[in-house]
């Protein structure tokens, strides 16, 4: 009979397992998309592209081993990311982020496209409007994205947000960037500030 250490061993390796076929799953997923659309320079133009990466987070969301207890982890300050898988072409990397009550982003547009996929908990994505006049993003709305919410955006300020963790518990999402690892630092956020208030000239 197996002693209790070496039972730990064999579930730890069957999960370890159970993890890279997951992530084998996700990124079979993730290349179909690539191979369905004919503008490989920006495929975020291309119907089949995003329906493709929007279909792929969805069966992430059912896919328990995707990511570990450690790509769990938060930290203290502020939201934590994972790395979990990169494209050997660069062409994408995909990556947990872990969110503590109160943690939240800068307001950003991408310099590439983007998909995410809340996987547990419920975030809080406002959304803006760039004011290129004022030079600074006005708030749109605000709305909940709670477990099995999915979005995908190409690159640009027609897509601005911010994502916050309001509740009182943790909060997990996938994401899937469009810039090989060693640029995920940056080349996915284009951060942008607050517009100002108007203020009228008083006579």
Excluded at 18 to 27: G, N
Excluded at 93 to 113: D, M
Excluded at 163 to 174: D, E, I, K, T
Aim: net charge positive.
């Amino acid at each position: 009979m197996n002693a209790p250490a070496e039972l730990a061993l064999l579930s730890a390796v069957h999960t370890a397992e159970q993890h890279a076929a997951a992530v084998a799953r996700f990124t079979a997923a993730l290349d179909a998309a690539f191979d369905a659309c004919a503008t490989p320079r920006d495929p975020s133009r291309c119907a089949r592209f995003a329906r493709g990466m929007r279909e792929a987070l969805t069966r992430a969301l059912a896919d328990p081993a995707l990511v570990t207890s450690a790509q769990r982890e938060g930290g203290a300050d502020t939201y934590r990311r994972h790395v979990i898988a990169t494209d050997s072409r660069g062409r994408y990397t995909v990556a947990a982020l872990v969110w503590q009550p109160g943690h939240a982003s800068p307001i950003h547009a991408h310099h590439t496209w983007c998909g995410y996929a809340v996987l547990d908990g419920t975030l809080t994505e406002t959304l803006y409007t760039w004011d290129d006049a004022r030079q600074g993003a006005d708030v749109v709305r605000s709305h909940p994205r709670a477990s099995g919410a999915v979005s995908f955006g190409g690159r640009g300020r027609a897509s601005i947000h911010r994502l916050s963790n309001g509740s009182g518990a943790p909060a997990v999402s996938l994401h899937v960037y469009g810039v090989a690892v060693e640029h995920i630092a940056t080349q996915v956020n284009d951060v942008l500030p607050l517009a100002q208030l108007r203020r009228d000239k008083v006579i």
